[in-house]
């Protein structure tokens, strides 16, 4: 099994930044892909990024040059930076990991993107 805690949500100004991160009980090498998701209010979960084992990684055209994701190793973690903030990406954002035929999720952390 594979426990997911993320954290660094919040509330921000519009052309502003974040930056979350994704704690994962076991070894990130061994998980297939990790990926973010977000839920906006009313609306369904929606892919944002995914980065694979292997070093893939694809994000939606809507966040492509303003949301990077990135991983470390040594503290198995996966992080998303998120530059230029819009209101249409306020969500609950939710840590992904594809680990042995199965999807494991953290418990989501808000984020608002309002002036």
């Known amino acids: 099994q594979v426990q997911l805690v993320e954290s660094g949500g919040g509330l921000v100004q519009p052309g502003g930044s974040l930056r979350l991160s994704c704690a994962a009980s076991?070894?990130?090498?061994?998980?297939?892909?990790m990926g973010w998701y977000r839920q906006p209010p009313g609306k369904q979960r929606e892919l944002v990024a995914t980065?694979?084992?292997?070093?893939?990684?694809n994000y939606i055209d809507s966040v492509k040059g303003r949301f990077t994701i990135s991983r470390d190793n040594v503290k198995n973690t996966v992080y998303l930076q998120m530059n230029n903030l819009k209101p249409e990406d306020t969500a609950v954002y939710y840590c992904?990991?594809?680990?042995?035929?199965?999807?494991?999720w953290g418990q989501g952390t808000q984020v608002t993107v309002s002036s």
């Open positions: 992904n990991g594809y680990y042995k035929g199965q999807d494991y």
């Open positions: 076991r070894s990130i090498d061994s998980i297939y892909t």
């Open positions: 980065l694979t084992s292997g070093g893939i990684i």
